[in-house]
């Protein structure tokens, strides 16, 4: 079983800074492409930006030169760093890791989502 668990939401004013982190634990034996979704309220659930383990990232063109996603492979940890959050930033985030496990089968994972709200 693989758990994620984020943080770092919460409420911020337009411009604003934050900084979301997911980190996997349990039965891992590689997670290559690690990333973060975004679900507005009554909208699907989207993506916002991948990374693999070896570094290469992708980004939605709505939050590229704002966002930065990162990783640290060791702790099998990523990050996402939210710099001047507009309020159609909004959203429930959420952690997505597909994982092999020791059966070496690959399942997705998901973290429970944190909340960030930009408002005025």
């Known amino acids: 079983q693989v758990q994620l668990v984020e943080s770092g939401g919460g409420l911020v004013q337009p411009g604003g800074s934050l900084r979301l982190s997911c980190a996997a634990s349990?039965?891992?034996?590689?997670?290559?492409?690690m990333g973060w979704y975004c679900q507005a309220p009554g909208k699907e659930r989207e993506l916002v930006a991948t990374?693999?383990?070896?570094?290469?990232?992708n980004y939605v063109d709505s939050v590229k030169g704002r966002f930065t996603i990162s990783r640290d492979n060791a702790k099998n940890t990523v990050f996402l760093q939210m710099n001047s959050l507009k309020p159609e930033d909004t959203a429930v985030y959420y952690c997505y890791a597909p994982t092999v496990t020791p059966t070496l089968v690959e399942y997705d994972y998901w973290g429970q989502g944190t909340q960030v709200t930009v408002y005025s």
């Open positions: 990374i693999t383990s070896g570094g290469s990232t």
């Open positions: 349990g039965s891992i034996i590689s997670i290559n492409v």
